[in-house]
């Protein structure tokens, strides 16, 4: 049994092995004409050696491509592992129940025109898969474009890409909601003669989604790494399970998920049933599990192809060696923007390089001059003093058409002799040569990129998946009591209570009913103080002008009491009014913005950002998934691009970070416990004291469904 | 005599023609091995044909590669336009001594070990220059790898990138200051089958620029677009005029400008003798010109390779076309980040579409679906309606694989049909197919990508190519009257006196000797007022708590006179204390920061941003060549992130950014007016006011050098 088969038998998503590495397969509108969808997979897992059973299904055949065809699922002579249905729509919900009742453990329903297409198709889609979850069955689809494993020769697609040849063996995994992108990046890597032989395209994701076939992917021990093209997250359980399990696994994933603008989101929209969903949402979730995400194919290409080395780095350093100093510029820009550290040689390290070659540039980027070119006896041991004493994780030769000329296989052999002595680091060449030559590198250890800019990005990402391998456990999310929201929607100072209950503190107030009690706890607070109308009925207090700020003294809270109260009985004549709420004015600190709002996929999600104009109209916040601790709360802080704002910027004194990180802990637990009731929480403006001096809010609001 | 011999007989680069296409040719250190620096140039134009003369130099050879040599200049039986110089670095200034004295018109110096050496090369790099510009002989170089032709056979090079290819003819010219990224340009674009085979590199750059050799290619007839590489810009002039001419000429220019982080600017000053100099100013120049900064080598390429289509929409819209709606998704996402427009097909048309295609997705992308793939009676029309009716300046087919199988050269067919009637638009292809295939369709007139994403970028460089070339000449800069700076740095007073009669508007304000002006002063202004500390001793006031803010009434203002008082005679004793300024303080209006700084290749920098973080924290600038008008100025305002701050955001007052861009402009005009004495100015806070309510300088800080 070729591994592939015996992969993922056990594990969560074990589920889907009979789907995607199965030992019997019917083929329900099995066609004899080979260009057709229902004679393709025939045809090439013939041409292919498929060593499981084949079973084709039609009424009207005794034989199809040389096999023998079966009228019914019901004269089968065993209960195939996966049936492909390759019916008319009209068709597809009997064959679905056909399959169900005789046990069927999946269907991969390549038939088109159900909720892509309309209501009345979503509803045959519908009773489709209530039809196989009768049974336990589950299914692929439906429209989409199925499976194929290179290695074991499963082809159940439907795909013409092979038309112009079969998959290079390899141990990537490709997984698409997209059946056109997905053999795209199939044909794309084939071309480059990067191993992506196992390709799962999902297309309608009545059932199986895409998460649970990363999930497989990554229980999978043929696949290393895993390339996914996503336009919309169906559910989230599924692609959670299957991110931690790679992480687990150290499978680096590499992401393509579109639809992150207006114009793209509406595009994923209408062409299939899928929800976009909030993009900077997916976008948290993938950077919470160190999925790396791709905005191109290429770019996701190139990182798939140099993860499959294996080696990633948790602190990522690069040096660079060249025969001439242009691209050393242009490689420190790209290092510079991806965060990938260059650091210079040891002085000493230098000397001997310069006592090598006298006009080398020894920093790094290290430019060792045509000379080593032309007396290869150096380059030996100008290569090894830079990997042996810069201590690289990762090193990139800039070679370009030197890698095209007569001298380089005798230069290569002196590089290899190098890499053989320090084989945990990471290679990579930017050369220009023949593709024959190429791939012998490739398959020699060497990573090859001709762009030195995609050769960086590419080395860059590694550091961040063996960062993300790396990373201890993060810190469990705080405790909070039991959450028991209100019938109703809450009053401000209710809401205010509700989290203080959860160790979310607002800033001192005090409801007054009286102007003596407001000046009273005004005097206790100390001026300047914040009064605002407090009433039930009066949700949206500052459009009715409820709101007064930089109260100086007694004699105006008592003023403001009465305007306040004037103002509240002019604009709302019924509204119950309790008084005013007194609070001390924050003096010193830094507005932030905390908030909570649910996301139909995955559940409460907490943000974060600076007040005012910074989320307005810079959009300068960071998500995430509820509950985390404070080690997360503090990172979130850390990433917006005001956090200077936050850390002395300008002469400010620094703020107390670490109140505010438990207090968006806090509240990310609240959020969690509360339920799916919670529609949203606004924290704003939270003030950050200077350190030591705490985080308050100033003004809550809690949104109930 | 082949075109690019007669290009650029005339024009303000013609000088350069006897240097980049010259008649007759001498090679000093001409070297019967043409394996050898002094003998590749021989051998190339050999082997390619070089019709005009050439006469290698080598006082011990009578013979050098079947060619007759000459023992010196002197004996040269006509002196050459050019002479490639291939001598050790000690002979390389009394060659081009003696080449100068023969009236030699240019010298290619390949030597090296001269500026990028050592201060000891510098001088004799120096006095080779002087040798040359006392005879008005240029200078290529030195430490250059030369120019080559691939049309006229002109190879004055000793790259060793011709071992695997010699180029591919066509319209795209290369200048780069590295010779090692140069050939690497060039060799990636002859591996795609571009035509780029005019390739220029200056090296050490002691006296032509890379910017005069862009010029060169902008007047040549045979070149549509410029590719070049660039470290750092070593003088203006010369650049300048070169991207006026192309962009008068309908050039596009595509340039890489590396050295823009820390580290890579480092990088480029440690390797040649390049002035990395200001990366956000060297960038504001390109988009002044409308030249495309590309970030990579590979994006580069695809928009010169797109550019040779010369169709340069003024307005770009795309339109996109695929069998499957999957990379609509990625494209739109693209597009979208691009600012590459794709309108909705109108109603009807899309009515139209649907009625050929009943499952189609007429919107835009459009998605045909399989469908047209396999009737391909539908394609025609289907094309022709979405072509015809969308009007889209650019039309993006993604058909991937589709152009690997079959069915595709009928399909292409259909296409081209369409094509050939509509043939002013800009037909890109997102296509995987067999290399020949490829360069049949480029050579048809289609641009093929096998990226989407790249296709995306390089469609969106031609819209903003069109619009530059398209652009009305800007606005004149205002007039100001001469400019006469004071013998030393003026105060804050004096410098609000001087910018004012510029037409620089400083906040109200009065100096005044006693405590009772002040408060007439204040009472004439309307409270609150700023009070400042009055000395021309005192530059840096806030230092010394010499600003007072929020000073409310009376009273106040003349206790705030005193404190200063003291405060003065504190911090300064012996200072000349002449008062305070009294000025109105600002309310209601938007803090700007307006400001010039002197870049030492292009001179006084306009700089605008919004106040305080905006501008510390964010780096949220703009920066512009002085002089320039207020559409200009317009222009750099509303393209700062914080522009809706300025323009209603959060329901503030619009702020009059006429009157902001009026004293932009009049800052830029009087900059260029002072004159190189002029350092700096500073203009912080200028309060933006709302809208008809004006600009302000509440602050002015002038540096004299």
């Known amino acids: 049994m070729p591994s592939s088969l015996a992969a993922a038998r056990t594990g969560r998503f074990a589920g889907l092995t009979p789907l995607l590495a199965p030992r019997s397969i019917a083929i329900l509108g099995a066609s004899n004409d080979p260009a057709r969808i229902g004679g393709r997979p025939i045809a090439y897992m013939k041409a292919q050696n498929f060593q499981g059973a084949l079973y084709p299904v039609n009424p009207n055949r005794t034989e199809v491509q040389g096999l023998r065809a079966y009228p019914s699922v019901a004269d089968l002579p065993e209960t195939p592992d996966v049936a492909i249905v390759a019916v008319p729509a009209a068709l597809a919900v009997q064959a679905a129940e056909d399959l169900g009742k005789r046990g069927t453990k999946a269907a991969l329903v390549f038939t088109a025109g159900f909720a892509e297409v309309d209501a009345a198709g979503q509803a045959a889609q519908d009773r489709m898969v209530a039809a196989a979850r009768a049974h336990g069955m589950r299914i692929l689809g439906p429209n989409c474009l199925g499976v194929f494993d290179g290695r074991t020769g ?35 890597a084939r071309n480059r003669g990067i191993g992506a032989s196992l390709c799962i395209m999902t297309g309608n ?25 996503i336009e919309g997250i169906r559910e989230a359980p599924g692609l959670l399970a299957a991110f931690a399990t790679a992480r687990a696994a150290r499978k680096p994933i590499v992401m393509m998920k579109v639809g992150r603008s207006a114009l793209g989101s509406a595009a994923a929209k209408s062409h299939t049933a899928s929800i976009a969903g909030d993009d900077a949402v997916t976008e948290a979730v993938m950077a919470e599990f160190g999925v790396h995400r791709a905005r191109t194919s290429e770019e996701m290409l190139d990182i798939a192809q140099t993860a499959t080395r294996r080696i990633y780095p948790v ?13 050393g510029v242009l490689v420190s820009d790209v290092a510079e923007q991806a965060g990938l550290a260059m650091p210079a040689m040891p002085e000493d390290a230098q000397a001997k390089l310069k006592s090598l070659v006298s006009f080398c540039a020894p920093r790094n980027p290290v430019d060792a001059t045509a000379q080593v070119g032309n007396d290869l006896n150096l380059l030996e041991p100008f290569f090894e003093t830079m990997v042996k004493e810069g201590g690289y994780s990762s090193v990139l030769g800039f070679f370009t058409m030197v890698a095209s000329s007569r001298r380089w ?48 990005t590419a080395i860059a990402a590694m550091g961040r998946f063996g960062a993300a391998f790396a990373a201890p456990p993060p810190a469990p999310p705080p405790a909070v009591p039991p959450v028991v929201l209100p019938a109703t929607t809450p009053t401000e100072a209710e809401a205010k209570r509700i989290l203080a209950a959860a160790g979310i503190a607002a800033a001192p107030e005090a409801a007054c009913a009286t102007a003596e009690a407001a000046v009273a706890a005004a005097e206790g607070f100390g001026f300047p103080v914040v009064l605002k109308i407090l009433s039930p009925d009066i949700l949206h207090k500052s459009e009715i002008g409820g709101v007064l700020l930089d109260v100086a003294d007694a004699p105006a809270v008592r003023a403001g009491f009465a305007t306040l109260m004037a103002r509240a009985r002019a604009a709302a004549p019924q509204a119950r009014i309790e008084g005013v709420l007194v609070a001390r004015q924050m003096r010193g600190g830094v507005e932030c913005i905390l908030g909570i709002h649910q996301d139909p996929v995955f559940g ?25 601790g404070e080690d997360v709360a503090a990172d979130m802080i850390r990433a917006i691009r005001g956090f200077p704002l936050l850390d002395g910027a300008r002469g400010r004194p620094k703020a107390d970070v670490a109140a505010l990180a438990a207090m968006l802990a806090r509240l990310s637990a609240f959020a969690a416990a509360a339920g799916p009731r919670l529609r949203a929480i606004d924290l704003n403006p939270v003030f950050a004291m200077p350190e030591g001096g705490g985080a308050f809010a100033a003004d809550a609001v809690i949104e109930l469904g």
């Not at 038309?163 to 044909?187: E, F, K, N």
């Not at 602190?315 to 242009?326: P, Q």
């Open 205 to 229: 994701e009545a059932d199986v989604t895409v998460g649970e076939c990363i999930g497989w992917l990554a229980e999978n021990p043929d696949v290393d790494v895993i390339a996914a093209y």
């Open 315 to 327: 602190r990522n350093t690069l040096g660079m060696i060249t025969l001439s100093g242009g691209a």
């Open 154 to 188: 499963y082809y159940a697609t439907f795909s013409s890409s092979f038309d112009s040849g079969w998959p290079v063996p390899g141990r990537i995994g490709i997984a698409s909601q997209s059946g056109a992108y997905g053999t795209h990046l199939y044909t794309l």
């Open 409 to 456: 296989p005798a230069m290569l052999e002196r590089l290899n002799a190098v890499r053989a002595k320090y084989p945990d680091r990471l290679y990579v060449l930017s050369a220009i040569a023949p593709e024959p030559a190429v791939r012998a590198m490739e398959a020699d250890g060497w990573v090859c990129h001709e762009d030195p800019s995609r050769a960086v």
């Open 604 to 628: 409460p999600i907490a943000m974060f950002g600076l007040g005012g104009v910074f989320v307005e109209v810079l959009q300068d916040v960071v998500f995430r998934r509820c509950p985390f």
